[in-house]
C-alpha cells in the first residue's frame, strides 16, 4: 500500500502505467481510489502514466478534523504533484473529485492540460440542492426505500439523515456486490471532521470564476441524475467544454458504465485507437445504483 508524505500528511497513492502523458484520477465524497481500479484505470495505463489516490480522510490517506474544501483539496493535489514529481498532467475527477479538479486548474491552470468532469455538483450551486423542493431528496429518499429503509416524513429533506442512512445500504457492485458497507471509517468522517460543513465552501471558484476556465474539458453527467442544474449551467459557463449525456446514467458513471465512460475518456484524452463508433452504451443489464454518496 504506498503512501506518501505531503507536507506532514501521508496520502495513499497507487501510479499504473509507464509510458505517456500523466493522468491524475480523483474520486468523489466518501469514496476512495478503488473505484477507478475495476475497469477504467487498467485501460487508460496502457496510453498514459496513471495517478489515482484518495483524497484526505478517504481511504488509506490520513484523517485530519479539518481542511476538506475544494479549495483544501486542491492545495493537496498541488502538493502531491510535487512530492510525485509531476509538473503538468490531464485531471479525471467524478462528483465531489470533479469540482477539485476545476479548483485546481483555476489556481493553478499551468499545471492542467485537459480536464474530465464527471457529474461535478459545485459547491458554488449548493443553495439549489438546500430547497425543500429541490428534486434531490424525492430521488434519494426513493432510493433508500428501494433498499428496504423507511424514511419518517419529517426527515424527508434531512441532510445528515440521509447520509447516515446511506451507509446502511450494502454494497452494489464489484466482488463486494451485496456485502454490508465498512461504515465506521466513512461515520468517522462524517461526525467527526468537518467534510460535510466544508463540502459547502465556495471559496475561489464562484459561478464566474468557472467561466474563466479556458482548459479543453468533457463534461459528462448520466442523463437521469437529479442535479442536472449543475450539467446545463456547466456546459454553457465553461469556454471550451465538450458536454456528454451518458444514456440511462445516474450518478455514477465510473460504476454503472465504465466501458462507455472509459471510451469517451480515451477519444477525449487523444487516443487515436478509440473511435466514436464503439461508444454505444452497455446493455441495462450492467447498470446499478447505490445511494447520493460517493
Not at 489515482?52 to 479539518?66: A, F, I, K, Q
Request: charged share 25%; with cysteine.
Amino acid at each position: 500500500m504506498p503512501k506518501y508524505n505531503v507536507k506532514g500528511l501521508t496520502f495513499h497513492a497507487i501510479q499504473v502505467g509507464s509510458t505517456g502523458p500523466d493522468v491524475i484520477m480523483l474520486h468523489g465524497f466518501l469514496g476512495n481510489l478503488a473505484v477507478w481500479h475495476l475497469f477504467i484505470a487498467p485501460q487508460l495505463r496502457k496510453h498514459f502514466k496513471v495517478t489515482t489516490y484518495d483524497l484526505r480522510g478517504h481511504g488509506n490517506s490520513e484523517v485530519t478534523p479539518t481542511g476538506y474544501s475544494a479549495g483544501e483539496m486542491a492545495e493537496d493535489l498541488a502538493d502531491l504533484m510535487d512530492t510525485l514529481g509531476i509538473r503538468k498532467a490531464h485531471l479525471v475527477g467524478h462528483s465531489f473529485g470533479a469540482d477539485v479538479c476545476l479548483y485546481f486548474a483555476l489556481k493553478y491552470p499551468e499545471r492542467v492540460d485537459k480536464i474530465v468532469a464527471l457529474e461535478p455538483g459545485l459547491a458554488a450551486l449548493v443553495q439549489d440542492r438546500k430547497r425543500e423542493s429541490w428534486e434531490g431528496w424525492a430521488y434519494w429518499v426513493e432510493k433508500l426505500e428501494e433498499c428496504g429503509l423507511t424514511i419518517p416524513e419529517d426527515k424527508k429533506t434531512d441532510l445528515n439523515y440521509l447520509l447516515h442512512k446511506s451507509l446502511e445500504t450494502p454494497k452494489f457492485f464489484g466482488p463486494a456486490r451485496g456485502l454490508p458497507r465498512n461504515r465506521e471509517p466513512l461515520l468517522n468522517l462524517i461526525n467527526n471532521t468537518s467534510l460535510v460543513k466544508d463540502y459547502e465552501v465556495v471559496g475561489d471558484l464562484t459561478e464566474d470564476a468557472v467561466r474563466t476556465i479556458s482548459h479543453e474539458t468533457l463534461l459528462v453527467y448520466g442523463e437521469k441524475w437529479h442535479f442536472l442544474g449543475a450539467y446545463e449551467f456547466l456546459k454553457d459557463a465553461l469556454p471550451n467544454v465538450k458536454p456528454e449525456l451518458l444514456p440511462g446514467g445516474e450518478h455514477f458513471g465510473p460504476l454503472e458504465q465504465p466501458e462507455l465512460l472509459t471510451r469517451h475518456i480515451l477519444e477525449f484524452l487523444g487516443d487515436p485507437s478509440v473511435q466514436a463508433a464503439g461508444t454505444e452504451a452497455p446493455s441495462k443489464g450492467s447498470v446499478w445504483w447505490r445511494p447520493p454518496v460517493e
